[in-house]
């Protein structure tokens, strides 16, 4: 079974397993393309320190946890829509790939699979919390080719929570630190971080788990220890072994305390999924279906648009969606939301039928000098409430240099709109007998803005100063042009600009200095003053 990874692409990939070729429908408007595109098989042989000091669940170690409590009881989290039981079942499947030994551990695997036996509780949030990520990880693991236990690993790392984060700064459920993440193309700006992305992080985990176990010539003992620990930690224990004549097996090794609690962890998980019968632990039921279709935009959209068309519960999209960290997805490439399977039409049916300049109700605003929350929503004639919503803002403060999504209906994709002429400033030069009240009063402005604007400590400004002082416009001539900076995205030309806009080029050509037989560059800005009917 496989995941429809759709579009403005879709991704049909066949019900068989390993996972097939998949297919990529490219949709749009006006058009649809079949193409055949193989999976990446890229792996990136390159050392790694993956320090991961994660407050984890780790049993036997009673300082760590991450499962929410109540009055110190732990708490069921809300699930995915539990299936009824089914004859395809996906712990079976699980169980099918399994490729490491089992047999023959030490007592410290039976502590800790005793510690799960104890917690039964513990066991079932930690499953129930895996149910919409560990089908696609066991799928990827599959046709990777590598042990089917590993699908257990991000319950030792991060117990399946997408926003965990540790005192390392390793995020995700696979618990990358930054430096790792880099090396494995996870990509992290203020839009969006990669090691929150199912399917950017499970990817980039299963290259990671690659190199490891080719590292240590099969060994996944020594892998996941290095996966942990970081493979120089891993290495040079060996080598102090192999120098004092012993044994270099992982349990001879002299490892961090975390580090050697770590791999008994996966492998006591691994026992019980593997015969919860003997250990009497239920599991919960798990079908061998795909949770959702992953569906990928190359422009921007917001996320609220998203939940609403596709009618998705903020818990459930925050859960599959958590790689974003904002109410929008970036204003530069191609990025994959993930929706529920049942759910996902709807949104396929609304980019494929609507122009992307409505996919984005917003407009971003950078906060300036004398910016007050009620001046900008008077601008963008909205209301302040709605802004403090979009943005998440708890109070009214603002910072320079902030930027605010602005709530509009229907309107384009503006990136880094900048102030807009609705100050007039003036010089007024100080004369005897001036003082900081008079002159504010005469303005029409306060003190404490001419302070800020002039950069005035205390209350004394000298005669022949010349004082900066904004004032309000007038209405009128707020009303009519809106100025904006327009960022070129790929495909942009004068004659497309001018004509969304209802511009000529030889205006748009004037207010940036152009040579019109230029052509524009994808993420060149451009100053427009447009009309505020159209936008």
């Not at 990446?40 to 760590?64: A, F, M, R, Y």
């Not at 590292?215 to 996966?227: D, I």
């Not at 005669?463 to 327009?486: C, H, N």
Request: glycine share 4%.
């Amino acid at each position: 079974m496989g995941y429809n990874n759709i579009g403005i692409f879709v991704l049909k990939i066949a019900k068989i397993a390993p996972i097939s070729t998949p297919l990529i429908f490219l949709l749009s408007a006006s058009s649809c393309q079949l193409a055949h595109i193989s999976p990446s098989e890229d792996v990136l042989h390159k050392s790694s320190n993956h320090t991961d000091e994660i407050s984890n669940i780790l049993p036997l170690q009673n300082n760590q946890t991450t499962v929410s409590t109540t009055n110190g009881q732990e708490q069921l989290e809300p699930t995915i829509s539990e299936p009824a039981a089914t004859s395809s079942d996906l712990w079976d499947r699980i169980r099918a790939g399994y490729q490491l030994d089992l047999e023959n551990l030490p007592s410290s695997v039976t502590k800790q699979r005793q510690w799960y036996i104890d917690h039964p509780q513990h066991l079932e949030i930690v499953l129930n919390r895996a149910r919409p990520f560990i089908h696609y990880v066991t799928e990827r693991l599959e046709h990777a080719g590598l042990p089917l236990e590993l699908a257990l690993l991000p319950i030792v790392e991060s117990t399946y929570d997408p926003f965990a984060y540790s005192a390392s700064h390793a995020a995700g459920l696979w618990q990358f630190i930054p430096s790792t993440a880099h090396q494995y193309g996870l990509e992290r700006n203020r839009w969006y971080d990669g090691r929150r992305d199912l399917v950017a992080s499970t990817q980039a985990a299963i290259d990671f788990l690659t190199y490891l176990n080719q590292r240590f010539k099969g060994n996944w003992w020594h892998a996941l220890a290095a996966y942990n620990s970081g493979e120089g930690s891993v290495g040079k224990a060996i080598r102090n072994n192999k120098k004092n004549g012993r044994s270099t097996e992982f349990w001879a090794l002299k490892l961090p305390k975390e580090t050697r609690n770590y791999v008994p962890q996966l492998i006591a998980l691994a026992s019980i999924i593997k015969e919860p019968g003997r250990f009497s632990i239920t599991l919960p039921v798990m079908e061998d279906k795909p949770i959702f279709d992953i569906i990928q935009v190359n422009n921007q959209i917001s996320l609220t648009t998203v939940m609403d068309i596709t009618d998705t519960d903020e818990w459930t999209f925050s859960q599959l969606n958590a790689a974003y960290r904002r109410s929008i997805t970036p204003p530069e490439g191609t990025y994959s939301l993930l929706i529920p399977i049942e759910k996902s039409t709807s949104l396929t049916d609304y980019l494929a039928s609507t122009d992307h300049k409505y996919w984005t109700p917003y407009t971003e605003y950078a906060v300036s000098s004398g910016d007050t929350l009620s001046d900008i929503a008077v601008l963008f004639e909205t209301q302040t409430r709605i802004i403090k919503k979009a943005n998440r803002l708890t109070s009214d403060r603002l910072k320079i240099g902030q930027t605010l999504l602005i709530p509009q209906d229907n309107s384009d994709i503006i990136i880094g709109s900048s102030r807009l002429t609705r100050f007039h400033t003036l010089k007024h030069t100080v004369r005897p007998g001036d003082t900081l009240s008079e002159i504010a009063q005469h303005y029409g402005t306060s003190i404490k803005n001419l302070r800020r604007q002039n950069s005035i400590k205390g209350d004394i400004v000298k005669i022949g100063a010349v004082l900066e002082i904004q004032t309000k416009a007038k209405a009128s001539s707020v009303i009519g042009l809106r100025k904006f900076s327009y960022k070129v995205r790929r495909g942009d030309s004068l004659y497309l600009i001018a004509k969304r806009f209802s511009l000529s080029i030889v205006d748009i050509t004037k207010w940036n200095n152009l040579n019109s037989e230029k052509y524009l560059q994808p993420g060149q800005k451009l100053t427009l003053f447009i009309d505020r009917k159209i936008i």
